[in-house]
Nanobody
Framework: QVQLVESGGGLVQPWGSLRLSCAAS????????MGWYSQAPGKQRELVAT???????YWADSVKGRFTIYRANDKNTLYLQMNSLKPEDTDVYYC?????????WGQGTQVTVSS
């Protein structure tokens, strides 16, 4: 089992910045993919960005150039630096970890972009 605990969401004005954090604990394996997904009410969860243990990244077109994904040195803490935020970025953001054949999700953190 893997536990994912997110933090860092909140209310920010348009063009502002937020940093989300996700701490993984438990049975973490060295081969994995971690990332962030977002979900609006009544809609499917959508990929924002992922990164593998080898550092290979994948991005949604809507956030390229504005968001950065990176890991702490211990490789079990994941960050999403969100810059130039837009109202359409308002969603619940979920941390994700995939390893072996299992998928793990955090509890979600609300990001609201509004003036």
């Amino acid at each position: 089992q893997v536990q994912l605990v997110e933090s860092g969401g909140g209310l920010v004005q348009p063009w502002g910045s937020l940093r989300l954090s996700c701490a993984a604990s438990g049975s973490t394996f060295s081969i994995y993919v971690m990332g962030w997904y977002s979900q609006a009410p009544g809609k499917q969860r959508e990929l924002v960005a992922t990164i593998t243990e080898a550092g290979i990244e994948y991005w949604a077109d809507s956030v390229k150039g504005r968001f950065t994904i990176y890991r702490a040195n211990d490789k079990n803490t994941l960050y999403l630096q969100m810059n130039s935020l837009k109202p359409e970025d308002t969603d619940v953001y979920y941390c994700y970890r995939g390893q072996e054949q299992y998928d793990y999700w955090g509890q979600g953190t609300q990001v609201t972009v509004s003036s």
